[in-house]
């Protein structure tokens, strides 16, 4: 039961955040507000398409807000709510496992996508 | 300089563990060794395929051991490795998460696919 609890957890966590690039924009999102061109700047591998649905969810799950400023010419900004700071400790355990991951000695197996 | 490392370690991690299922198959096999049949009928939605190659490339990245029995019919076993134990804090994270993201109280913004 635990089991199955602890696994149907899981997989509302990855169905979310298991995207190739979802923690990836977090973690840049965590340091703070991001224009639309900032983040295609940190992560030029990701399609304008990509980050775009990527943001969506996000914000559809309320863990991400879209502010429009009627500057000319309009500034879009992206930052995470409240509720998105709690993606914070996903990063930070994944940023962990990857720096863990990268320093394994040459010879280790390797990461294949 | 600490955000461009911080990302590129968050996305090696995601490379290798950022599939739908794949940290989900890790939280079952944290509970100790499986057979394929077993981790099919934790997992129905996935495919046999598609668990066939998670668990290929959690091999090939050293995290899990496949050991076959010379039994009649054979019977093949999974394990995480030492190296695999460490990626209990990455279930354990995206667990807390995802219970919180069920507990969110109804009307709250939901978690598309």
Do not use: H
């Not at 509720?83 to 996903?90: A, L």
């Amino acid at each position: 039961m635990k089991n199955t609890l602890t696994g149907c957890s899981v997989e509302e966590s990855m169905r979310l955040l298991g995207g190739r690039w979802r923690l990836l924009l977090v973690s840049y999102l965590l340091d703070g507000p991001k224009r639309f061109s900032d983040l295609r700047r940190d992560m030029p591998a990701i399609s304008q398409r990509m980050l775009t649905l990527d943001l969506r969810a996000l914000e559809d799950a309320g863990l991400l807000r879209r502010t429009v400023y009627p500057t000319s010419p309009i500034k879009v900004e992206y930052a995470l709510t409240e509720d998105g700071e709690r993606m914070r400790p996903v990063v930070e355990v994944m940023r962990e496992f990857g720096l863990w991951l990268k320093a394994r000695p040459p010879g280790q197996p390797k990461v294949k996508a």
